[in-house]
């Protein structure tokens, strides 16, 4: 098992990094798009917590930024139906506050929201987990606060994809004072595009 890889980053592609470790050998790892833009520029020493996933004819490394993000994907993983590249999918699309508020909310559109995700399986998702998942992320996790999960789920709500409601909200400033429902309607303006 490779639990961690601590090293350099050398290059990043549509869902995945390349980390030099010791100078020697370099890892492709499989991350989740909000991580890989997070991560910072080529040349930059990270730490990602790991888990490796052998099939038959190929080992992927899965990595991300927190314990947490990683605990939630093996959650995902042990699943009936959902691979490694589905729950990774559904963490890109969704960030781990975001899953953790539609699961445990039972938003099962939010969950079928993500490509290759349909309501059979998101409910699914929802009944093994639901009872899981409501310790595992506290605060902030890979830049996404408690309350823009909140925002995400509205947008959702409302029938945006949980990809167009992630993207609006990861562009979004900050500002003092600023309310749930300013937020709301912050993203509502940038998804209209005024």
């Known amino acids: 098992m490779i639990a961690a890889i601590k090293g350099i980053l050398e290059a990043k592609g549509q869902d995945w990094v390349q980390v030099q470790v010791g100078g020697a050998v370099s ?53 009936s139906g959902i691979g490694p590249r589905t729950a990774l999918a559904i963490l890109s699309d969704l960030g781990p506050r975001s899953l953790v508020s539609a699961i445990a909310g039972e938003n099962v559109g939010m969950l079928a929201g993500v490509s290759g995700v349909g309501a ?45 409601a992630r993207k609006v909200v990861s562009t979004m400033g900050r500002e003092e004072g600023e309310t749930l429902e300013d937020r709301i309607r912050l993203a509502l303006q940038q998804i209209g595009g005024g």
């Open 120 to 164: 059979r399986t998101a409910g699914r998702i929802v009944l093994e987990l639901k009872g899981k998942v409501a310790q595992v992320v506290e605060g902030e996790v890979d830049g996404v606060p408690d309350r823009d999960g909140d925002v995400m789920a509205a947008l959702t709500a409302l029938g945006y994809s949980a990809n167009e």
């Open 27 to 79: 890892f492709q790892v499989q991350v989740p798009s909000s991580l890989k833009e997070n991560l910072g520029d080529l040349g930059d020493e990270v730490y990602l917590h790991t888990q490796l996933h052998i099939r038959d004819d190929k080992a992927d490394i899965y990595g991300f930024a927190t314990a947490d993000s990683l605990q939630l994907f093996n959650l995902l993983n042990g699943v």
